[in-house]
């Protein structure tokens, strides 16, 4: 129960930061605080692609047995 309310608090703090984030980009592009919100969530994607990655080639080896 812990970890799901850890992660729907996460969650909600990510999409409150989006949502600011975007407003305030809507009204002036560019800024410090919009390209470290674009940076912070280009690095989650290409966090989350190497996990996906990296447990395809996981699940892949161990089929291979």
């Given amino acids: 129960m812990t970890v799901l309310v850890a992660v729907a608090v ?3 703090g990510m999409w409150v930061v989006m949502v ?4 305030r980009g809507s009204r002036a592009r ?3 605080l919009h390209d470290t919100g674009t940076q ?7 966090a989350m692609g190497v996990q996906f990655a990296l447990t ?5 080896l161990v089929a291979q047995r």
């Fill in 56 to 60: 395809g080639f996981q699940d892949f």
């Fill in 30 to 32: 560019g800024g410090l």
């Fill in 20 to 23: 600011l984030l975007s407003r």
């Fill in 40 to 46: 912070f969530m280009g690095l989650i994607v290409l």
């Fill in 10 to 12: 996460g969650a909600l």
